[in-house]
T-cell receptor, first 115, second 113 residues
Framework: KAGVTQTPRYLIKTRGQQVTLSCSPI?????VSWYQQTPGQGLQFLFE???????NKGNFPGRFSGRQFSNSRSEMNVSTLELGDSALYLC??????????????FGAGSRLTVL | TQLLEQSPQFLSIQEGENLTVYCNSS?????LQWYRQEPGEGPVLLVT?????EVKKLKRLTFQFGDARKDSSLHITAAQTGDTGLYLC?????????????FGKGTHLIIQP
């Protein structure tokens, strides 16, 4: 079966712009989590959506937001981009809410470069 | 804030050698996972350990969860070039991970032929 699909894979933006990233989870998976990966901080939890509701949020500013649609596809948006937002944004899906001992399947990520 | 410290940060060894990487914390985790990430890809789950003292084997990889559920190790026997990658440990807090996984910064492993 198809894995987690993230689009776009690569994008370049300038400071002050906004960006929307998309994630299509594995069919049947209702939980979608987003993580930011940078060389300095590693992977950091952004937020999780389950059944179209944000269930939890990491320690990121309000410029980072997301949503989930009825088909479980998710988008995340970053507004007023800063240089420090340059990172690999990873989406992971699972069948159940909460990471715990769940099996998370990650997509290949969207690499954002902010100039 | 729960933190996971991984060591070493970088490791380069010859094919056929053995190695151990460590994942340590001062916090207790309800479960701990190990992932491997290759360039241009997302992390892939290798194993989940839940019980203190648990040992799991995956071919040449042996994973151990500390008795106090604060630390874990990954041992690779007779490393192969295909083992090259970024190894990440990730812990779920007492809330069962409802607040997301806490990841270590990873061990960059290079196996030289």
């Amino acid at each position: 079966k198809a894995g987690v699909t993230q689009t776009p894979r690569y994008l370049i933006k300038t400071r002050g712009q906004q960006v929307t990233l998309s994630c299509s989870p594995i069919s049947g998976h209702r939980s979608v989590s987003w993580y930011q990966q940078t060389p300095g901080q590693g992977l950091q939890f952004l937020f999780e959506y389950f059944s179209e509701t944000q269930r939890n949020k990491g320690n990121f500013p309000g410029r980072f937001s997301g949503r989930q649609f009825s088909n479980s596809r998710s988008e995340m948006n970053v507004s007023t981009l800063e240089l420090g937002d340059s990172a690999l944004y990873l989406c992971a899906s699972s069948t159940r809410q909460g990471s715990g001992a769940n099996v998370l399947t990650f997509g290949a990520g969207s690499r954002l470069t902010v100039l | 804030t729960q933190l996971l410290e991984q060591s070493p940060q970088f490791l380069s060894i010859q094919e056929g050698e053995n190695l151990t990487v460590y994942c340590n914390s001062s916090s207790v985790f309800s479960s701990l996972q190990w992932y491997r990430q290759e360039p241009g890809e997302g992390p892939v789950l290798l194993v989940t350990v839940v019980t203190g003292g648990e040992v799991k084997k995956l071919k040449r990889l042996t994973f151990q969860f500390g008795d106090a559920r604060k630390d874990s190790s990954l041992h690779i026997t007779a490393a192969q070039t295909g083992d090259t990658g970024l190894y990440l440990c990730a812990g779920a807090g007492s809330g069962g991970g409802a607040d997301g996984l806490t990841f270590g910064k990873g061990t960059h492993l290079i196996i030289q032929p």
